[in-house]
Nanobody
Framework: QVQLVESGGGLVQAGGSLRLSCAASGRALRNYLMGWFRQAPGNERAFIAGIRWSNGGTYYTHSVKGRFTISRDVAKNTVFLQMNSLKPEDTAVYYC?????????????????WGQGTQVTVSS
């Protein structure tokens, strides 16, 4: 089992920044892909960024590339999502997820472990 706890959400004005954290516990993560997803009301949960724990390789969806940065702190077993130049359309509940896989996976249904989510609201 992997336990994930997100933090760092909040209310921010358009153009501002937020940094989300996801603290992981329970298992060694070296074979895991860590992902950040978001879900706005009425929408499906969508992949936005992923990082391979073993080598730090990163992956982004087009809409956040250049604005969001995913990273990890191996010593603290924590994944981060730095979000800059935020837009009102970034408003959503943001979730951290983990999946033991050598592949890049962007389908939420393929992830076994999830955090509780953290709300991000961007005002115009």
């Amino acid at each position: 089992q992997v336990q994930l706890v997100e933090s760092g959400g909040g209310l921010v004005q358009a153009g501002g920044s937020l940094r989300l954290s996801c603290a992981a516990s329970g298992r060694a993560l070296r074979n895991y892909l860590m992902g950040w997803f978001r879900q706005a009301p009425g929408n499906e949960r969508a992949f936005i960024a992923g990082i391979r724990w073993s080598n730090g390789g990163t992956y982004y969806t087009h809409s956040v590339k250049g604005r969001f940065t995913i990273s990890r702190d191996v010593a603290k077993n924590t994944v981060f999502l730095q979000m800059n130049s935020l837009k009102p359309e970034d408003t959503a509940v943001y979730y951290c997820a983990a999946e033991q896989t050598p592949w890049v996976k962007t389908d939420a249904n393929e992830y076994d472990y999830w955090g509780q989510g953290t709300q991000v609201t961007v005002s115009s």
